[in-house]
Nanobody
Framework: EVQLVESGGGSVQSGGSLSLSCEAS??????????MAWFRQAPGKKREGVAS?????FRKYADSVKGRFTISRDTAKVTLRMNNLEPEDTAMYYC????????????????WGQGTQVTVSS
């Protein structure tokens, strides 16, 4: 069984920073190839990928967050550092995990955290 526990989030003004963390627990977390990713969903919009990081270290970012967000990983814990936040970043952020390579679509991830709200005011 895979469990993802998220922390962080909150409210900040435009230009501010926040960090999100997600800790995964499952048998084999230290040696099974896997991808941990952050998705976000704003009201009335589809869930979209923000950033992902493979257990081997490969990172990928959505164009909208490149240069502002940084994803890092320490085996089972992933951190998303968000700088220069904009009102358009306001959304519920979800941590997700899949075994194997990193893919782009939410439907390709099997395991999800409970979500954490990020609100950016102008």
């Amino acid at each position: 069984e895979v469990q993802l526990v998220e922390s962080g989030g909150g409210s900040v003004q435009s230009g501010g920073s926040l960090s999100l963390s997600c800790e995964a627990s499952f048998s084999g977390v230290y040696y099974v190839s896997n991808c941990m990713a952050w998705f976000r969903q704003a009201p009335g919009k589809k869930r979209e990928g923000v950033a992902s990081i493979h257990s081997g270290g490969f990172r990928k970012y959505a164009d909208s967050v490149k240069g502002r967000f940084t994803i890092s990983r320490d085996t089972a814990k992933v951190t998303l550092r968000m700088n220069n936040l904009e009102p358009e970043d306001t959304a519920m952020y979800y941590c997700a995990l899949r075994f194997g390579t990193c893919l782009d679509m939410a439907s390709q991830y099997n395991y999800w955290g409970q979500g954490t709200q990020v609100t950016v005011s102008s």
